[in-house]
């Protein structure tokens, strides 16, 4: 089977040019020795997020599993010809997939051929822009890759509008046959894709997931490709396929208390970083409020995090008062919530929203509702005139939700995870709060 024949929706098929035409281009015209800006970039990605973006994002800074990153490096550093050029790392919200995916990214140096998060929030869910985006991060790393690929999007200059397997075959496959025919090796860069489940259309997260395992079989590309996502339906029982399950290896991540000792270490030195930061006793935390916090992560990474993302920044209190908070919050949990995996954290984003004074309680409002309407990664101006608040109207709310996004100096905003918009979007978690 060829990769056309891959993918079978999606996007409107088109007819296939001639691909055995390869113009040679010099050297110097490409965007990495000359700073002019590539045609691959002025051609077509400057209408849409490059995610290599997304590998500075909040995330970045919360924990990952030591034990999960050692297995991760461990296939990383296997290349021989048998070793599996595919990873699939599957596990519920909250675990710390995204986080382990930048410590992973981190750790690969010049290894790292290019870094993709599909986000909803993020507007990188496009299924269209998914291998452009890779194939601009590959031509700023390789320059004999750069001209080859310019060349290709001087041919085709709408590459993007053609089905996913025709982009595959002109950013990737051709591309890349013509560096080798140059005689230049790369030694199988890495790819990481995160969030895969929030690609816009489950079709095209199996047709991408095929495209790159048919690839992998034929070894038309040199890649190794990791693969990071909620364990949903349609990736599971693609990643299960016989010719594509012998090719991959996969890491299922799951709550789990074996890894106490590793959340317990995180929040120990976290703690230390806010207590020297604000001046509060060495005692503090105490070795009781430590196993108390980590008794309420359960488990979950992202719990753990955002705990410490609370103590910080919420600002009405100290940070000694807003860890004592945390701990007398009741045990009781409403039936709506109460078999949620996510119930600890849902608790935690209440408490950020009932300490909102009731003057920034709108405002703060506006910010979230953004969030679920996908409009906020406008910046600046565009987005204080959506939301319809003044600037001061707008920092005063940003404050009051700073445990839980991340404002940079253009008024963009981050928010902590993708799960505060779950909570924020549903009353039977967020109650009258629920936008």
Known sequence: MSLEEVETAHSSEVTEGSYTADTSVDLEGSEASSGKPSDLRRGFLLDFPVAEETHNSILRYTYSPCHYLERLRQWGAKNTINAKRISWVCGPAGIGKSALAHSFADSLGPKLGAFFRFSQIGHTNNPSHFFPSISYQLSLRIKLYATSVDEIVRQNPLIYEKS??????????????????????????????????????????????????????????????????????????????????????????????????????????????????????????????????????????????????????????????????????????????????????????????ERIPLDLLPSAQRILLAGCLRMITLSGQRLLSFLSLSESQFQSACAALSPVIQVADDCSITFFHSSLLDFVSDTAFSGTFAC
């Open 164 to 353: 996913l397997s025709q982009q595959f075959y002109e950013l990737f496959v051709r591309p890349l046959r013509d560096v080798k025919d140059k005689g230049w090796f790369l030694d199988e860069p890495i790819v990481i894709i995160d969030g895969l489940e929030e690609c816009a259309d489950e079709r095209a997260q199996e047709n991408i997931v095929k495209i790159i395992a048919q690839s992998v079989r034929e070894r038309s590309t040199p890649f190794r490709w990791l693969f990071l996502g909620r364990p949903e339906p349609q990736l599971l029982n693609t990643f299960d396929i016989p010719n594509i399950l012998s090719y991959t290896f996969q890491l299922e991540l799951s709550i789990s208390r074996q890894f106490d000792h590793e959340i317990g270490s995180f929040l120990v030195d976290e703690l230390r970083k806010i207590g020297h930061k604000h001046g509060l006793p060495q005692s503090w935390p105490s070795e009781q409020d430590v196993r108390a916090l980590l008794d309420l992560s359960a488990g979950l990474p992202i719990y753990a995090s955002a705990a410490i993302q609370f103590i910080d920044k919420s600002t009405m209190h100290a940070p000694d008062e807003n860890l004592r908070t945390i701990l007398r919050l009741p045990r009781y949990l409403s039936q709506s919530i109460r078999g949620h995996h996510l119930r600890g954290l849902y608790q935690l984003y209440t408490l950020v929203v």
